[in-house]
């Protein structure tokens, strides 16, 4: 397929509204709108965003879950020249303290709550001052999205007003090796250009329908599955939380035919009593992270015949390696594909620094389609997360086959990931620390099956018997969003440190490991 001729979102949603203007663009719960229908929304919102004096570089914040909403306020931002901040709907108050004060947003659309979280409350408390709040849906509290359904004024943006190829689009908070969120820049030609390669490994057309439960706010979402699939004028089918039966229900209502997954969301649908092979039987393709028996399971047992396999990191636009969607199965279980066009990879050993011959695994480095570095306070991280020739150090290890594809062989940084998503442990740290019964503590992640890693902390207590794992996890819930609290607590009187003071990590998570497999048959491990 051609690539569009639309180098920027706003341009990208003109050019599917013109051509294909009656086609569906996405279905989210009982909504749906035409590629025509989202770009008048999108227009009306731009239109309202600038009577409030919003315009080229300013940025508008985003808490909203996967509905349609999010797609009209996303490009309309954009088509005022701004950009747009999701957050995400786990985010705590305490985190929205921050997200709000470091992405520097002058417009925020928010949600009354989502699951647990009540935005309304944590915004009255937290929001700073000048800050223009709209409430999208139902509740009260803030002015209603409702004040963005004027028609679009037609006003014509004047050079240089208007969003540029190399603008940045979004800006997705994720965690990162510190305790504060990093802010990613992702401008728009490496969104379109990327998610464009993505859609195409993939196998993408116009007549297909994407499913997506993953959060729009992550790059898997925004920068991955919603790019690729309007780079190919395609259907984008959202579900707002993922729920496996509800997933399953879409699946087969709408005839999805590809499927961003993951493993815990595969494995999630395929054991619910509610799945039969013929539910899904009109996906052929899709994504999917994980090791070989992920992939494997995606294929056999979801019925995806021609996912995909992937790497990346938000970082990377979504994806900087994924399969051929047609590649034999034996070829997506041995490496996570070739780099896409326009990304190059190499390779340092870990310990001298040096670039390795071809072949040889080392520290991962990437080039091409690559943010242009962090904002707000992360930004002070760009030096040393970046080379001087443009490559960004991933901290993850890896190789090329003789192939050419990319072999995964592990991280070498202290990152976690639970169910797909990255989690920084000195951010659970720093919160475990804020309790009165705790003097020292360490986090590491350990392999779990259903999770990919789940979260192990070491705890110094200040008494013996002073810390209580239920009081402890009550009060990560205050601060931390769910995925991000322990699985499993060990008590111990000393973290192993090494003469100079600093924790031996590599130690700690050997015995981590050893720990939580003994406490999993005693159901200590949630």
């Keep these: 397929m051609l690539p569009p001729l639309a180098r920027t979102l706003p341009d990208l949603l003109r050019e599917n509204a013109g051509l294909r203007g009656e086609q569906v663009a996405v279905i989210a719960g009982d909504r749906q709108a035409t590629y025509s229908a989202l770009h008048a929304r999108a227009q009306a919102v731009a239109a309202g965003l600038r009577g409030l004096g919003i315009g080229h570089g300013d940025r508008v914040g985003m808490i909203v879950s996967n509905r349609v909403e999010w797609l009209e306020i996303c490009f309309g931002a954009t088509l005022a020249g701004a950009v747009a901040v999701p957050f995400s709907t786990w985010s705590t108050a305490k985190e929205l303290a921050f997200l709000l004060v470091d992405s520097k947003v002058k417009v925020l659309f928010t949600l009354a709550s989502f699951g647990e979280n009540d935005f309304v409350a944590a915004l009255r408390a937290n929001a700073p001052e000048g800050l223009r709040i709209f409430l999208v849906g139902e509740g009260e509290g803030f002015d209603p999205f409702a004040a963005f359904g004027a028609e679009p004024d037609g006003e014509q943006l004047a050079p240089g007003e208007g969003a540029g190829a190399g603008d940045d689009a979004l800006i997705l908070y994720t965690s990162g090796s510190t305790s504060a969120p990093k802010g990613v820049r992702m401008k728009h030609h490496g969104i379109i250009e990327n998610g464009f390669n993505i859609g195409e490994r993939q196998g993408l057309t116009a007549d297909d329908r994407v499913f997506l439960s993953a959060p729009l706010f992550w790059s898997y979402g925004s920068a991955n599955a919603l790019s690729a699939t309007f780079t190919h004028g395609a259907t984008l089918v959202l579900q707002e939380k993922f729920e496996p039966a509800g997933a399953l229900d ?78 034999p199965i034996e070829r997506k279980l041995a490496s996570q594909g070739l780099p896409l066009p326009g990304q190059e990879l190499r390779f340092r050993d870990e310990e001298t620094g040096e670039i390795v011959a071809s072949g040889q695994p080392g520290l991962v480095e990437v080039r091409g389609y690559v943010t242009p570095g962090y904002t707000g306070v992360s930004s002070e991280l760009n030096a040393e997360a970046f080379t001087e020739d443009g490559f960004y150090k991933t901290g993850d290890i890896g190789r090329l086959d003789e192939n050419g594809g990319f072999v995964f062989i592990g991280r070498s940084t202290e990152m976690i990931k639970r169910a797909g998503i990255n989690v920084s442990p000195a951010e659970i740290e720093e919160v475990l620390l804020q309790h009165p019964a705790v003097v020292r503590t360490a986090v590491v992640g350990v392999p779990d099956a259903r999770r990919g890693e789940a979260i192990v902390a070491y705890v110094v207590p200040a008494d013996h018997g002073a810390a209580r794992v239920d009081a402890l996890v009550a009060h990560c819930a205050d601060a931390l969003s769910k995925y991000k609290i322990p699985d499993h607590f060990e008590f111990i009187d000393a973290l192993p440190l090494t003469p100079t003071g600093k924790l031996m990590r590599k130690e700690l998570k050997q015995a981590a490991i050893a720990a939580y497999s003994q406490a999993m048959p005693a159901g200590r491990a949630s």
């Design 250 to 327: 879409l699946i087969e209502r709408h005839r999805c035919t590809s499927v961003y997954t993951l493993p815990a969301m595969t494995n999630a649908m395929v054991r619910t009593p509610e799945f039969r092979r013929e539910r899904t039987a009109s996906l052929r393709t899709g994504l999917t992270i994980g090791g070989s028996q992920d992939v494997l399971a995606a294929v056999e047992t979801l019925g995806v015949p021609e996912i995909c396999n992937i790497y990346g990191a938000t970082e990377t636009y979504g994806n900087c390696c994924v399969t051929h969607h047609d590649w």
